[in-house]
């Protein structure tokens, strides 16, 4: 079978990554190796610091780096998309596993809590892509987002100051790390040394990526506080290092977790998946648009969900993807995921060769790193154009910053899809309503609101209500007809514009049956135009047209505005002044 053939079988089952290698061109390889190279000097850093933000050893992050690109290279759809440990991430699973292990708690068995996390979220995402529920990541609004993720950067910003200054504090809340942090540094707990070596790294990661974006800041940071650390000993000072990495590569390794405590990773694990597909669809769609093509979000489940599973198997924890090292790939000419696989390579060697190679890699550095990340997941410029152009948008996403805040990134997370699928409610159940009319000049009938100045017809109003009509808005469909029927004198027809209308249930049609009595005991003929050959399907099955009358539906606006007017003599005319 030939490789074109084979790679074509793969895509077409389950392994879109492996179908890429099989019809790799010998001439994308450089430029995969230099930009998995240029990858690395960035994957190693980051790895480590985000391992410490979710409070397991840096080590882990470069395990978890390595299995996760090897992982999504064999079954990821995308060409391009760089995943690893992620700052988003890494909150969440400090939230879900330290609890579990407790203070001064065995770091083996936070590494297994964490490992047994990644091996569950990644069965999550696979059986969820498996099942083609790819739309779940949609259960987050861009809002509720924006929200979530700004209350995740001041969370993961105020957990890292300590670290800038040099000592550590224990606290379980947004409030308590505050409180702890002002009373550490009152104290005299902090260390200049620490202090200078963090606060200068910081500063000089921001201003690069803003001065010059193509230098790679972190690694530039990287080394110049290792050298730093060497020239003025900053060990004797008082800054903590991170010391001689473990050599070699992890072991296979299934983690011995009790069920009592799997119980209780389910839910971070199911958190985790949901932002973890949200961040990664985002992202592979927007690195997908430059290329013209199109994203698979079932397959990017899968691809991801075995990526994670990877990583849990070799003493890792939960992955996601990263717009900023996959922006760093697509800069230095990465062509497929042999870039990822570069990059793999390289740690591995790093890990078997050289683990000294950090030794001397100050921890406010690292701190340093998370922070400058941190900043990077903040939207303030959404937010304001929320404020300015949609203020119902910015309150959600107000609502799910304090929801991070209060009550810490794993109920933040819940409170973000509530406030998503609630204003999904809120908007079917008052969805938009208006009153048609004419305006002189212009074909079709149109928004009062937006032409106050429209005609109408006397005797007779059109309202155009903008959604399906079901139990949850049934009342508020019969209230507003209801209110045009007795909002002006000897009106004789309420025709429906009901091309909106997508569909209708049990609940609204035994309203619109009893709504038409009512009406109709006013003198007032209740109308329906335009209405969808489905939706007037399940009314005939509901026995709703023969009791209303096949009379009152019209196939077009302008049939039912015609048969008015042939039976009343209305006219159009103009609004009174003031009304």
């Given amino acids: 079978m030939t490789g074109h053939r084979m790679a074509g079988r793969l895509e077409s089952t389950f392994a879109p990554g492996l179908a890429t290698l099989f019809s790799y061109e010998a001439r994308w390889l450089p430029k995969d190796v230099v930009a998995g190279l240029v990858l690395t000097a960035l994957l190693v850093p980051q790895g480590m610091a985000y391992a410490e933000l979710a409070g397991l050893p840096a080590i882990t992050g470069l395990y978890t780096s390595i299995l996760c690109l090897l992982g999504y290279a064999l079954f990821g759809p995308s060409r391009i998309l760089v995943l690893g440990p992620d700052s988003a991430l890494g909150p969440m699973i400090a939230a879900t596993v330290l609890p579990l292990v407790g203070a001064n708690g065995d770091p083996a068995r936070a590494v297994a809590l964490a490992s047994a996390l990644a091996l569950m979220t990644g069965t999550i995402t696979v059986l969820a892509g498996i099942g083609k529920l790819g739309f779940v990541a949609d259960l987050i609004s861009k809002p509720t987002m924006i929200g979530y993720m ?42 200049p040394a620490a202090l200078a070596i963090g606060a200068g790294g910081l500063i000089l990661i921001l201003a690069l990526q803003r001065v010059a974006p193509r230098i790679p800041g972190v690694l530039v940071v990287v080394v110049l506080s290792i050298i730093a650390a060497g020239v003025f000993g900053l060990a004797a000072r008082g800054v903590a290092l991170v010391g001689v990495l473990p050599q070699g590569f992890p072991p296979l390794t299934v983690p011995h977790v009790g069920l009592s405590d799997l119980a209780l990773l389910v839910g971070g694990a199911f958190g985790i ?26 397959r990017e489940m899968t691809g991801i969900g075995v990526a994670n599973i990877a990583a849990g198997l070799f003493q890792g924890f939960p992955v996601s993807t990263s717009g900023s090292r996959t922006a760093v790939a697509e800069q230095a000419g ?27 890699l100050p921890q406010p550095t690292l701190a340093a790193v998370v922070i400058a990340a941190s900043l990077s997941l903040s939207d303030i410029p959404g937010t304001l154009r929320l404020f300015r152009v949609r203020r119902t948008e910015f309150y959600l996403s107000i609502a799910a910053f304090a929801g991070v805040v209060a009550f810490g990134v794993l109920l933040g997370i819940l409170v973000a899809v509530a406030l998503s699928i609630g204003n999904v409610f809120r908007r079917a159940w008052w969805p938009y309503q208006t009153i048609l009319g004419r305006v002189p000049g212009i074909p079709g009938y149109h928004d009062i609101r937006s032409y106050p100045h429209a005609e ?19 009342r508020t469909f019969r209230e507003q007809v209801i209110r045009i029927a007795h909002s002006a004198p000897h009106l004789t027809w309420i025709i429906i514009a009901a091309e909106p209308i997508t569909d209708v249930d049990t609940t609204a049609a035994d309203m619109l049956r009893d709504l038409d009595r009512t009406v109709s005991a006013s003198g007032i003929a209740l109308v329906f135009a335009e209405m969808k050959d ?23 606006l302008d049939a039912a505005i015609d048969a008015f007017r042939k039976q009343t003599g209305g006219q159009w005319v103009p609004p009174r002044p003031g009304a």
């Fill in 150 to 191: 700004n209350g995740l950067a001041l969370t993961i910003l105020v957990g890292q100051l300590p670290k800038i200054f040099g000592f550590s504090v224990d606290a379980d809340s947004f409030l308590g790390e505050i409180a702890a942090f002002v009373g550490g540094v009152s104290s005299g707990e902090m260390v």
């Fill in 273 to 298: 998946a949901l932002v973890s597909l949200a961040d990664t669809i985002s992202t592979s769609t927007a690195f997908a648009a430059r290329a013209g093509r199109t994203v698979d979000g079932n």
């Fill in 334 to 360: 990465a062509k497929t995921q042999v870039t990822g696989l570069v990059g793999a390579a390289a740690i591995t060697l790093i890990l078997l060769l050289a683990p000294g190679l950090l030794r001397n």
């Fill in 534 to 556: 489905p939706v007037r399907g399940k009314l005939d099955r509901y026995e709703l047209i023969p009791t209303m009358g096949p009379s009152h539906f019209f196939p077009t």
């Fill in 456 to 474: 109408q017809l006397t005797g007779c109003r059109i309202f155009r209500f903008d959604a399906p009509v079901f139990f949850a808005n049934a």
